[in-house]
Structures are given as C-alpha cells and as structure tokens.
T-cell receptor
C-alpha cells in the first residue's frame, strides 16, 4: 500500500537555525497537510495545501513557517528561526480529495531544538 | 470553534473483553468523524470514519464506532480486545464545509490490553 514518507526521522537543531522537514506524499494525492504533536499533548493542525497554495493555516503557523511543493513529489515545511518551543513531532499527511477522505499520515519527524 | 474530547487518558482491559474508547465532539455544523490509532514511533493510522447514513460504522482490525447525534458522541468499540490493540487512539473531526479540511483531534486515549 502506498505510504507517506518523511525525512529525516529525527532532526536536532540549534535554536535560531533554519530547518526544513521533508515529506513525499502518496503520488496521486492532491491535498497536503502538516500537523505537530508536542510531547504529551494533542496533535495540532498547522497548515493545509492544495493547488500550490495554502488552503488554511492555524495560529501556530506564523511568519516563521512556510510550506512549499518544489516539484511533483516533495512537500516541505520550513521553520526559519527555530525556537525551543518548536520541539515536537511533525507529521505530514495527504489525501486524494478533501472533505470526507481519510488523511494518510507519515511516521513523523522528531524535531529537537537545543 | 470545533473541539473533540476524549475523557479517558487511559483504558485498561483484559484480552478477550470488550473495549470502548469514548469520544465527544462540539461543532457548529455537520461533522465528519474519524478514529486513528498510533503505535510507538509511528504515524497515525486510519481506522474508520462516519460521514453520513448508518450510525454504526465498521473499520479496520474489527473496530466499530457508533455515531450518536443527540449525545454528540462517536465511541470506538471492539467486541474482543487483543494484546496487539494496545496503542494510542485519537478521535478527530472535520467540518463538512471546512475550506482546509483540517482534522481537529482529541487528546488521545492510551489503551492497554493485558493478557
């Protein structure tokens, strides 16, 4: 069964540095998402992306965050100047259609900010 | 604003016994409801969804869930739990007309099935 893949599995970065988290969604999917899960807390929506633009973003997704689909296969999340509170598990998801279709999640990237 | 509540942080059940994981939701419109399971160091795996129609929906691995509109609940059930069902379970909701199709998750319920 096709899977969403995320790299790296673990990223350690110094505070203030830029980080790029990478995702390869399922190949024929059209809708892409990023979520994050701070340790011990609930999974939180960050951003959704369709047709090469952001569909919706949460309050968490401030100017430090950006997303890009640089080619036909990758979907990236960039954090420009990382803060300690950005430490979390970041999940990418994709779906063929919006609405009632289940989102397929990758295994996540654990981001640790020192 | 939409929200999802999972009132139990942890549910313990003996293998072979029925398993129930509770979920209630609060939305202003008609919801799409989902259950996901998370095993250690893995992403969230889709179990089942309610969109419309029959209130009892069946999903993967023998799980089912009952949508109750009057109680705004969507409890997950399994008639006979297995040790391998031990995991973290998340209930989630999407508003039917949400532009971004964002999932709003509950806090999760850890299920421990003892042999």
């Amino acid at each position: 069964e096709p899977e969403v893949t995320q790299t790296p599995s673990h990223q350690v970065t110094q505070m203030g540095q830029e980080v790029i988290l990478r995702c390869v969604p399922i190949s024929n999917h059209l809708y892409f998402y990023w979520y994050r899960q701070i340790l011990g807390q609930k999974v939180e929506f960050l951003v959704s992306f369709y047709n090469n633009e952001i569909s919706e973003k949460s309050e968490i997704f401030d100017d430090q965050f950006s997303v890009e689909r640089p080619d036909g296969s990758n979907f990236t999340l960039k954090i420009r100047s990382t803060k300690l509170e950005d430490s979390a598990m970041y999940f990418c998801a994709s779906t063929l259609q919006g609405g009632n279709q289940p989102q397929h999640f990758g295994d996540g990237t654990r981001l640790s900010i020192l | 604003a939409q929200s999802v509540a999972q009132p139990e942080d942890q549910v313990n059940v003996a293998e072979g016994n029925p398993l129930t994981v509770k979920c209630t939701y609060s939305v202003s419109g008609n919801p799409y409801l989902f259950w996901y399971v998370q095993y250690p160091n893995r992403g969230l795996q889709f179990l089942l969804k309610y969109i419309t129609g029959d209130n009892l929906v069946k999903g993967s691995y023998g799980f089912e869930a009952e949508f109750n509109k009057s109680q705004t609940s969507f409890h997950l059930k399994k008639p006979s739990a297995l040790v391998s069902d031990s995991a973290l379970y998340f209930c989630a909701v999407i508003l039917t007309k949400a532009a971004g199709n964002k999932l709003t998750f509950g806090g999760g319920t850890r299920v421990l099935v003892k042999p």
